[in-house]
Each structure stands twice: as structure tokens, then as C-alpha cells.
């Protein structure tokens, strides 16, 4: 254990703090990194150099190299620096590097140095310069503030979503700040700088003095600001070496140190973990290196710092070994130190692993530890430990320990005795869950994978829980770190749509990029690995294929593609048009048929899409749909190209109806006859005639007798004329149209009934016989309630008719003389169920005497 805690550094009572090698840096570096300008990602991330910044010479061979590297100094990609000056680099939530210039373009390259794209900060920046610029990140997305030559503000809380914000000037500012950073409160992005020992808030409409709670009036002048991972926690250094730290929010102190050290700080970060209490910032010099928190000490690192630099007051035996210039890179639960041969990581000893590890320890993680360990060795140690914690009854606590410490520790060995450790107490527990100790396993075989030099991210077990597996995932994909990336989700056994799958899409357009092989080949392979794997889409892979300018290999590609309505949106974005809409009508889906045919109508002349659409009938029968509800003339166009006479009569009878005048109407008609006679149509021709004919006879009625005839039926027409007692006029259009003259009575006795003429029809059913009988005068006389009138013609009905007539005009007697007449049973029930005994029984006796005759015989 003493071995153990040799590097922890007390910092106060309860904090311990510990600075251990992630990797040995190969990078070969010469320069001092103050010399380059500098840019590590968060949570592992990578490195970006830019070398010879300084340089303003423009030969090739001094031309500052932009270079991108592993966290364990492996160089993924480099590139001569062409562009503009550049004031600083940062890095983006999704690991995009952004390379901010002087004249405030601002460009996005990836992790391989390929350009993406770029944006400016607005048109101020180019006449006065960008002087500073921060990168920050906010529930909005990765922003970006710039300070200008004018001494202004300006900044963007989303890149992805452009929207830039100039903040208030500050009064009277003719210099530079001393130092500013960038908050959030309530959601809203605010600068906060210094200008000597005078602190401005700049929001989006004002600019306030502030003065943080419980500073020193003798602090001084501001030199250095730092605010936390998290945005919650600010941090300022002062030039009689006063730091004072509280909530961003400017309203809590949290502590306050004197280090008594004047020079200005290269850089001051914070280091804290989540859910400790200690609060502290990590402050560099050249060399020296400082961890001041909630204490009266402070922890120190640095070659030999002389005497003048670290007074005497502050000399103390807690040190970090730091041999060379470093640059800081803060990160959720600790520091990361870069220099040109170490990657190192400073941060607080989390509470179990201080708990099992600390000298002198009689917590139950620290006695389940001795205990695994006096087992191994055989020792009956192992059982009085086991005794002690179980007397406690604190042995689920110990084992909860271990497991937790297991995943704090870099070091596998380390990792394994506690897992050890735990697992053996799990022995001695009825009913432990296993789900942490699995999980914890699971977990740090994924970190130790990643960790691997040549993978180089050096990920804490808090970073992993707080990135998840699916960011991990995604930043392996993005380093084309594909074998991995697939083996961590088998063996995490993710559901293939999260995981598998999307890797292996990734995969395929990254393949698709590739040069160097033949269509076919890479659209085989990449079909040959991919399958039928669910989520997977080949359009989407089809569609960077043809971003990349490979259309024939895009077009392979969808050939594998399912989904027709996938392939078809693709096809038609490649002009490959004849394609789409076979697609589109082999899918059965009409609305994408719709689709690839207005796209081709807008596309082709009008010949070349009528004689497309010909040798596909499936798109020419819908397209011919469209046209009849949306462009009524394309479809003339449409029948004539086809010598269909038949449908273009038909056309010319449906135009006809949109004409307003009479003479409009009736020249579209004869044009529809001439179509019929050559469609050899004789019926519809003859049909059409006689609506010309009565068009222009309702014309003439209209015009003799000032009413509406015009659109009106033949029957209607008829029949309007009868009630209006044109009798000669009807009687005209009866000839004249061949009425049939079943159809005429029919028509003139409903007029006739309608009108209340019952005279006139009386005079009708006597003009010859009825050649609809004389039943239909009963019952429409019955229909209009004049049952006097319709008993005039109820002996006139023929004898198989007559029963029913005499019902309907109520002669129940003459009704039953009829029945018994014709000795028809089935009548005689009929007029019995109409009869009432209180007012008909004598008609009832009669009928029933009657039937009992019929069924003796």
C-alpha cells in the first residue's frame, strides 16, 4: 500500500491528488510546444499542432504543417498550412477541428485533415482582425468568440447554426483585456473580461461592471480566468498572486488561495471530479506547476524552482515531478499534461480508491483487499479479515468498493487484484447481484482496448459513463477504427441497429472513397460484408458514392437497395430518369410512379416524355389520371398521339360542360361526333347528335317561354313542359326524340299528377289504351292523396291488378269481391290482413267463408 500511494499529494484533509503517464509521446517533436499553436480534444481526444505559426516567409519548406495526433502521439494526418494566419484551434463536440484565422474564417477540417467547410464572423473582423478567439461548447452545440482589433466582441453559440452575435461595447476600452472567457447563465452566452482590476459582464444588450463576492480589495489587477468543464465554476488569478474561486454565476465564493506568485500564469484550468467537495484550479508556468484549492498549501511541480519564484512561506515536501514545458488540457474529472515525451494525467483520488488504498485503512474495501491477497498466499489472515468485515456486516459494502475502485484505476493489474478482491467477497454473500461486477468487467475491457497505445484514447471510466458507449462508437468510426469498433459490439452484444450495423454503413462509405478499385470490385465487397444486416441502407452508402463522383458505382450499389422508394429519389438526383421510373413502377407504389413522371415532364420536351412514357403503360394510364383532374389539354395531346378517337370524344363531350355559351358547347359536341363516327362509334354519335338537337331546342324554349330549360334531361325537359302545360311542345320533343311510349305515359302522368290536372289526366287515359295500364294512374292519384281520382280508374285495372288497386284506394269490399272472383288464396289473406273486425266483418265473413270453400275442394 505504501508503494501504492507514493505519488497521491494531500491537498488539504481530505483530497488526495495524483499524476500518473498515459503514454510515452513519440511524436518526435523539436519545437517547445509554447512555440506551436496547440488544440487537444476532451475526453481523450486528438491533438493539433500547428508548427511555425510564427514564420511569415512563404517558401514551401518553412510553410507552417498542420498536424493532428493520436493522445498517444501517433500522427494520423498532416498538411502544409496554405491558408491565412491563425489565431487559434479547437476542437468541436464531434471531434471536427476548427482553424480560426486572422480575418475571421473560421475552417472545419476532420480528424484526417480534409476540409469540410467553412464560415466567416462577420465583415467587421476583415478590416480590423481577429486579436483572440475561444472555443467553447453549450447545450446549443461547439461555438466560437472572437475578439477584434476595435476591441469588440463578437461570437456564435452553434456553428452548425449560424447566428452571430455582437456584444455591447465596453466604455472607454482602448486595449486589449487581460484576460475574458466566455459563461452561460440561464441559458444565455455572456463574455466576462478583465481590464486591470475592473471586471465587465457583456450580455445582449449591455455591458456591467461586476465585483465577485469576497474578493480581496487588495487582490490587483486581473492576469488569468479560467471557467470549469462544466461552465459552473469560475476561477480568477490576480497579479499579487491572489486566486479567488466561486460559481460562474458571480454570486457564491467557494475559496480563495495567495500563492504570493506575481508572474502571469501560461495557463490555469481546473481539476475537480464530480461529486467531490474539493474545488481546485491547476495553475502552469514555464515549467512550474501549481494545484491550489480549499487549503492553506497548495501542491507544487517544477524544475527547481528558485527561491525568489517559490517563496520560502510556501516551500512544503508535496510535489509533482514536471521536467519540461507542458500544456494543459482540462477534462471532466481531472487535467491531462502534454509535453514533447509525456502525456500524463493529474487528478483527484476519487473516494473509494482513497478508501481502500490509504494508509492505515480499516475500511471494508481495504480489509476485502488484504483478505484476497492473505487467501492467495494461503494464509489464515484471510479468514479473520473475512470475520472482521463480516462482523460488521459491511462485507456487500466491501465488495461494492472494490468494484468501484476497479474502474478509477489505468492500471490493469491494479484493476484485476480488485476485481479479484471483489469477486472473492462475493463468495461469502447470499444472493449478491452480479450486474455491477459484470458490468464493471465489460467496462474495462472496452477502456483498456481503447487506452492501447496504438488506439491511443486514454478515456477514465467517468469520462466513458459520461461520453456512453454510443459516442465511443462513434468516435472509433470516425479514426476508421472499424475491427474495433465491431468487436467491442459484439462483445457488449448491442442491438445490430446501434451497433453492428451502423458501424459497418460507416464502414462502407468510407470504402466507396476509395480509388484505387474497380466499381465492381468495391460494390461486391461491400455487398459481400454487409448483406442483409438490418438498418443498413444502400442508398445511403449509393448516395456518398455519388457525392464522391462515382455514379456507376452508386447505381451497383442500389441495385442491393430493398427499399424502391430508397432507390428512386437517388436515381433521379443522378439524371439516370428511365431507371427511376422502372424502379418506381416495379415497386407497385404509385405515388413514386407520380413522382419519377412529373420529374420527367419538367425535365424532357414534350415529345421525348409523351414517347418515354409510351413504352411504359403503367406510368402513361396514371399519367393520363393525373391529367384528367390537373391539365384536362396534356390529355387532348396525350389522345391525339395515340389516334384515340374514342377517349377524344369522350374529351370533347367532357369539355363541352365548361363552356358558358350555347354556340362553345355545341361546336365541342360536334367535334366529340366527328371523333365517335371515326372511332366507329355509331351509338355515342347518335347519341351526341340528339344532345346537340336538344341543346339547341332547349335554347328555343328557353327563349318563348323565359324559363330555364338549358342542361336539363329529355325526360326532364318532357316533363317540365307538361306541368307547364305545353302539351303540343311535349308532345313535339315526343316524336321528335322517339320517346318510347311507356316511358311518355309515364312521364306525362307524373307531370300531369304533380301539376293537380286531373282532368287532363282523365282526357289522357281515355285518348287510347293505356299502354302501361291503368294501375300507375291509381297509385300516383294515391301518391298525391286524391284517392276520389284514383277510384275512377281502379275498374279500369286489369283483373290480376285489381285487387291491389282496390286496396290502395281503401274499397276493402270490392277488393275481396275480386279475390274471391279469381279464387286466389294468397289475395284473399292479403285483403283479410287489411281488414279491421270492428268495422269490416262482414267483409271478413264473406272472405273467410270463401277460402274455407276453396280448401274443400
Same mark, same amino acid.
Given at each position: 500500500?505504501?508503494?501504492?500511494?507514493?505519488?497521491?499529494?494531500?491537498?488539504?484533509?481530505?483530497?488526495?491528488?495524483?499524476?500518473?503517464?498515459?503514454?510515452?509521446?513519440?511524436?518526435?517533436?523539436?519545437?517547445?510546444?509554447?512555440?506551436?499553436?496547440?488544440?487537444?480534444?476532451?475526453?481523450?481526444?486528438?491533438?493539433?499542432?500547428?508548427?511555425?505559426?510564427?514564420?511569415?516567409?512563404?517558401?514551401?519548406?518553412?510553410?507552417?504543417?498542420?498536424?493532428?495526433?493520436?493522445?498517444?502521439?501517433?500522427?494520423?494526418?498532416?498538411?502544409?498550412?496554405?491558408?491565412?494566419?491563425?489565431?487559434?484551434?479547437?476542437?468541436?463536440?464531434?471531434?471536427?477541428?476548427?482553424?480560426?484565422?486572422?480575418? %475571421?474564417?473560421?475552417?472545419?477540417?476532420?480528424?484526417?485533415?480534409?476540409? &469540410?467547410?467553412?464560415?466567416?464572423?462577420?465583415?467587421?473582423?476583415?478590416?480590423?482582425?481577429? +486579436?483572440?478567439? &475561444?472555443?467553447?461548447?453549450?447545450? *446549443?452545440?461547439?461555438?466560437?468568440?472572437?475578439?477584434?482589433?476595435?476591441?469588440?466582441?463578437?461570437?456564435?453559440?452553434?456553428?452548425?447554426?449560424?447566428?452571430?452575435?455582437?456584444?455591447?461595447?465596453?466604455?472607454?476600452?482602448?486595449?486589449?483585456? @487581460?484576460?475574458?472567457?466566455?459563461?452561460?447563465? !440561464?441559458?444565455?452566452?455572456?463574455?466576462?473580461?478583465?481590464?486591470?482590476?475592473?471586471?465587465?459582464?457583456? =450580455?445582449?444588450?449591455?455591458?456591467?461592471?461586476?465585483?465577485?463576492?469576497?474578493?480581496?480589495?487588495?487582490?490587483?489587477?486581473?492576469?488569468?480566468?479560467?471557467?470549469?468543464?462544466? $461552465?459552473?465554476?469560475?476561477?480568477?488569478?490576480? !497579479?499579487?498572486?491572489?486566486?479567488?474561486?466561486?460559481?460562474?454565476?458571480?454570486?457564491?465564493?467557494?475559496?480563495?488561495?495567495?500563492?504570493?506568485?506575481?508572474?502571469?500564469?501560461? #495557463?490555469?484550468?481546473?481539476?475537480?471530479?464530480?461529486? @467531490?467537495?474539493?474545488?481546485?484550479?491547476?495553475?502552469?508556468? !514555464?515549467?512550474?506547476?501549481?494545484?491550489?484549492?480549499?487549503?492553506?498549501?497548495?501542491?507544487?511541480?517544477?524544475?527547481?524552482?528558485?527561491?525568489?519564484?517559490?517563496?520560502?512561506?510556501?516551500?512544503?515536501? /508535496?510535489?509533482?515531478?514536471?521536467?519540461?514545458?507542458?500544456?494543459?488540457?482540462?477534462?471532466?474529472?481531472?487535467?491531462?499534461?502534454?509535453?514533447?515525451?509525456?502525456?500524463?494525467?493529474?487528478?483527484?483520488?476519487?473516494?473509494?480508491?482513497?478508501?481502500?488504498?490509504?494508509?492505515?485503512?480499516?475500511?471494508?474495501?481495504?480489509?476485502?483487499?488484504?483478505?484476497?491477497?492473505?487467501?492467495?498466499?494461503?494464509?489464515?489472515?484471510?479468514?479473520?479479515?473475512?470475520?472482521?468485515?463480516?462482523?460488521?456486516?459491511?462485507?456487500?459494502?466491501?465488495?461494492?468498493?472494490?468494484?468501484?475502485?476497479?474502474?478509477?484505476?489505468?492500471?490493469?493489474?491494479?484493476?484485476?487484484?480488485?476485481?479479484?478482491?471483489?469477486?472473492?467477497?462475493?463468495?461469502?454473500?447470499?444472493?449478491?447481484?452480479?450486474?455491477?461486477?459484470?458490468?464493471?468487467?465489460?467496462?474495462?475491457?472496452?477502456?483498456?482496448?481503447?487506452?492501447? *497505445?496504438?488506439?491511443?484514447?486514454?478515456?477514465?471510466?467517468?469520462?466513458?459513463?459520461?461520453?456512453?458507449?454510443?459516442?465511443?462508437?462513434?468516435?472509433?468510426?470516425?479514426?476508421?477504427?472499424?475491427?474495433?469498433?465491431?468487436?467491442?459490439?459484439?462483445?457488449?452484444?448491442?442491438?445490430?441497429?446501434?451497433?453492428?450495423?451502423?458501424?459497418?454503413?460507416?464502414?462502407?462509405? $468510407? &470504402?466507396?472513397?476509395?480509388?484505387?478499385?474497380?466499381?465492381?470490385?468495391?460494390?461486391?465487397?461491400?455487398?459481400?460484408?454487409?448483406?442483409?444486416?438490418?438498418?443498413?441502407?444502400?442508398?445511403?452508402?449509393?448516395?456518398?458514392?455519388?457525392?464522391?463522383?462515382?455514379?456507376?458505382?452508386?447505381?451497383?450499389?442500389?441495385?442491393?437497395?430493398?427499399?424502391?422508394?430508397?432507390?428512386?429519389?437517388?436515381?433521379?438526383?443522378?439524371?439516370?430518369?428511365?431507371?427511376?421510373?422502372?424502379?418506381?413502377?416495379?415497386?407497385?407504389?404509385?405515388?413514386?410512379?407520380?413522382?419519377?413522371?412529373? /420529374?420527367?415532364?419538367?425535365?424532357?420536351?414534350? %415529345?421525348?416524355?409523351?414517347?418515354?412514357? #409510351?413504352?411504359?403503360?403503367?406510368?402513361?394510364?396514371?399519367?393520363?389520371?393525373?391529367?384528367?383532374?390537373?391539365?384536362?389539354?396534356?390529355?387532348?395531346?396525350?389522345?391525339?398521339?395515340?389516334?384515340?378517337?374514342?377517349?377524344?370524344?369522350?374529351?370533347?363531350? /367532357?369539355?363541352?360542360?365548361?363552356?358558358?355559351?350555347?354556340?362553345?358547347?355545341?361546336?365541342? +359536341?360536334?367535334?366529340?361526333?366527328?371523333?365517335?363516327?371515326?372511332?366507329?362509334?355509331?351509338?355515342?354519335?347518335?347519341?351526341?347528335? =340528339? #344532345?346537340?338537337?336538344?341543346?339547341?331546342?332547349?335554347?328555343?324554349?328557353?327563349?318563348?317561354?323565359?324559363?330555364? $330549360?338549358?342542361?336539363?334531361?329529355?325526360?326532364?325537359?318532357?316533363?317540365?313542359?307538361?306541368?307547364? %302545360?305545353?302539351?303540343?311542345?311535349?308532345?313535339?320533343?315526343?316524336? =321528335?326524340?322517339?320517346?318510347? =311510349?311507356?316511358?311518355?305515359?309515364?312521364?306525362?302522368?307524373?307531370?300531369?299528377?304533380?301539376?293537380?290536372?286531373?282532368?287532363?289526366?282523365?282526357?289522357?287515359?281515355?285518348?287510347?289504351?293505356?299502354?302501361?295500364? $291503368?294501375?300507375?294512374?291509381?297509385?300516383?292519384?294515391?301518391?298525391?292523396?286524391?284517392?276520389?281520382?284514383?277510384?275512377? *280508374?281502379?275498374?279500369?285495372?286489369?283483373?290480376?291488378?285489381?285487387?291491389?288497386?282496390?286496396?290502395?284506394?281503401?274499397?276493402?269490399?270490392?277488393?275481396?269481391?275480386?279475390?274471391?272472383?279469381?279464387?286466389?288464396?294468397?289475395?284473399?289473406?292479403?285483403?283479410?290482413?287489411?281488414?279491421?273486425?270492428?268495422?269490416?266483418?262482414?267483409?271478413?265473413?264473406?272472405?273467410?267463408?270463401?277460402?274455407?270453400?276453396?280448401?274443400?275442394?
Amino acid at each position: 500500500m505504501d508503494c501504492y500511494t507514493a505519488n497521491w499529494n494531500p491537498l488539504g484533509e481530505e483530497a488526495f491528488y495524483r499524476k500518473f503517464e498515459l503514454y510515452t509521446m513519440e511524436w518526435g517533436l523539436k519545437e517547445d510546444l509554447r512555440d506551436c499553436l496547440v488544440a487537444a480534444a476532451p475526453y481523450g481526444g486528438p491533438i493539433a499542432l500547428l508548427k511555425n505559426n510564427a514564420r511569415k516567409e512563404k517558401s514551401p519548406s518553412t510553410r507552417p504543417l498542420l498536424e493532428i495526433y493520436s493522445a498517444s502521439g501517433l500522427l494520423l494526418a498532416s498538411i502544409p498550412w496554405k491558408s491565412g494566419q491563425l489565431v487559434q484551434l479547437g476542437w468541436t463536440a464531434s471531434e471536427d477541428l476548427l482553424c480560426i484565422q486572422e480575418d %475571421g474564417t473560421v475552417l472545419i477540417y476532420n480528424l484526417f485533415c480534409e476540409f &469540410k467547410r467553412h464560415f466567416s464572423m462577420g465583415n467587421e473582423v476583415l478590416q480590423n482582425h481577429v +486579436l483572440e478567439a &475561444k472555443v467553447f461548447h453549450t447545450e *446549443y452545440g461547439t461555438g466560437v468568440a472572437i475578439l477584434t482589433g476595435a476591441h469588440r466582441f463578437s461570437l456564435t453559440t452553434n456553428i452548425d447554426d449560424l447566428k452571430l452575435r455582437r456584444m455591447p461595447e465596453v466604455p472607454g476600452l482602448q486595449k486589449p483585456p @487581460s484576460c475574458w472567457a466566455v459563461l452561460t447563465q !440561464d441559458r444565455v452566452t455572456i463574455v466576462l473580461l478583465a481590464v486591470g482590476q475592473d471586471l465587465y459582464l457583456l =450580455d445582449n444588450t449591455s455591458c456591467s461592471v461586476v465585483t465577485p463576492p469576497g474578493m480581496s480589495p487588495s487582490a490587483g489587477a486581473y492576469l488569468q480566468m479560467a471557467v470549469s468543464f462544466n $461552465y459552473r465554476c469560475l476561477a480568477l488569478f490576480t !497579479d499579487t498572486g491572489y486566486i479567488w474561486m466561486g460559481l460562474a454565476t458571480l454570486k457564491d465564493k467557494l475559496c480563495e488561495f495567495n500563492s504570493t506568485i506575481r508572474s502571469p500564469p501560461k #495557463q490555469m484550468v481546473w481539476c475537480t471530479r464530480p461529486r @467531490s467537495r474539493q474545488r481546485a484550479v491547476v495553475v502552469a508556468w !514555464d515549467r512550474q506547476l501549481m494545484v491550489a484549492g480549499d487549503s492553506t498549501e497548495c501542491i507544487r511541480a517544477g524544475l527547481q524552482p528558485p527561491a525568489t519564484f517559490f517563496p520560502r512561506a510556501l516551500s512544503g515536501r /508535496h510535489r509533482f515531478v514536471l521536467d519540461e514545458d507542458s500544456y494543459l488540457v482540462p477534462e471532466p474529472d481531472g487535467v491531462r499534461i502534454l509535453s514533447r515525451t509525456s502525456h500524463e494525467f493529474l487528478h483527484e483520488i476519487p473516494e473509494a480508491s482513497q478508501e481502500i488504498f490509504k494508509i492505515a485503512s480499516m475500511a471494508p474495501g481495504a480489509l476485502l483487499l488484504e483478505a484476497q491477497k492473505e487467501y492467495e498466499k494461503e494464509s489464515q489472515k484471510a479468514d479473520e479479515y473475512l470475520r472482521e468485515i463480516k462482523d460488521q456486516k459491511l462485507l456487500p459494502e466491501a465488495v461494492s468498493q472494490c468494484i468501484e475502485a476497479a474502474g478509477y484505476e489505468h492500471e490493469p493489474e491494479t484493476q484485476k487484484s480488485l476485481l479479484r478482491a471483489a469477486s472473492f467477497g462475493k463468495c461469502f454473500i447470499d444472493k449478491f447481484p452480479p450486474e455491477s461486477f459484470v458490468r464493471m468487467c465489460q467496462d474495462l475491457r472496452v477502456l483498456n482496448s481503447i487506452r492501447d *497505445y496504438q488506439i491511443g484514447i486514454p478515456l477514465t471510466f467517468t469520462q466513458y459513463k459520461r461520453l456512453t458507449v454510443e459516442v465511443l462508437l462513434d468516435r472509433l468510426v470516425l479514426r476508421r477504427l472499424y475491427p474495433l469498433a465491431i468487436r467491442i459490439c459484439e462483445y457488449l452484444r448491442l442491438p445490430e441497429i446501434q451497433g453492428v450495423s451502423r458501424i459497418l454503413a460507416h464502414w462502407a462509405c $468510407y &470504402k466507396v472513397q476509395q480509388k484505387d478499385k474497380s466499381d465492381e470490385e468495391v460494390a461486391y465487397a461491400i455487398n459481400q460484408k454487409l448483406g442483409d444486416t438490418p438498418g443498413i441502407s444502400y442508398s445511403e452508402i449509393a448516395a456518398r458514392a455519388y457525392d464522391c463522383g462515382r455514379t456507376e458505382l452508386a447505381i451497383k450499389l442500389l441495385e442491393y437497395e430493398p427499399r424502391s422508394g430508397e432507390q428512386v429519389p437517388l436515381l433521379l438526383k443522378m439524371k439516370r430518369s428511365k431507371l427511376a421510373l422502372s424502379k418506381a413502377i416495379e415497386s407497385g407504389d404509385t405515388d413514386l410512379v407520380y413522382t419519377v413522371v412529373l /420529374h420527367l415532364k419538367n425535365e424532357l420536351n414534350r %415529345g421525348t416524355f409523351f414517347m418515354t412514357l #409510351q413504352n411504359q403503360p403503367v406510368a402513361l394510364s396514371l399519367y393520363r389520371q393525373f391529367c384528367k383532374h390537373q391539365e384536362r389539354e396534356t390529355l387532348k395531346d396525350l389522345y391525339n398521339q395515340d389516334d384515340n378517337h374514342q377517349e377524344l370524344g369522350n374529351f370533347h363531350v /367532357h369539355s363541352s360542360y365548361s363552356e358558358k355559351r350555347i354556340e362553345g358547347r355545341v361546336g365541342a +359536341l360536334q367535334n366529340a361526333v366527328d371523333e365517335y363516327y371515326k372511332a366507329k362509334n355509331e351509338f355515342a354519335a347518335k347519341a351526341t347528335e =340528339d #344532345q346537340i338537337k336538344l341543346l339547341r331546342l332547349q335554347r328555343h324554349l328557353q327563349e318563348d317561354f323565359d324559363k330555364p $330549360y338549358l342542361d336539363l334531361s329529355l325526360h326532364n325537359t318532357v316533363s317540365t313542359l307538361i306541368q307547364d %302545360g305545353h302539351h303540343k311542345k311535349a308532345e313535339q320533343l315526343y316524336r =321528335d326524340f322517339k320517346i318510347p =311510349d311507356k316511358r311518355y305515359w309515364w312521364l306525362k302522368i307524373s307531370a300531369l299528377a304533380t301539376r293537380g290536372d286531373w282532368e287532363e289526366m282523365e282526357k289522357f287515359s281515355k285518348s287510347k289504351k293505356s299502354p302501361i295500364g $291503368y294501375l300507375p294512374f291509381v297509385e300516383i292519384a294515391v301518391k298525391h292523396h286524391n284517392r276520389y281520382e284514383a277510384k275512377k *280508374y281502379a275498374p279500369r285495372v286489369t283483373p290480376e291488378q285489381r285487387v291491389k288497386a282496390f286496396i290502395l284506394v281503401g274499397d276493402l269490399e270490392q277488393a275481396a269481391d275480386a279475390a274471391i272472383e279469381h279464387k286466389n288464396e294468397a289475395e284473399m289473406n292479403l285483403v283479410l290482413s287489411k281488414c279491421s273486425a270492428a268495422t269490416d266483418s262482414a267483409v271478413m265473413e264473406k272472405l273467410n267463408r270463401a277460402r274455407a270453400q276453396l280448401l274443400k275442394k
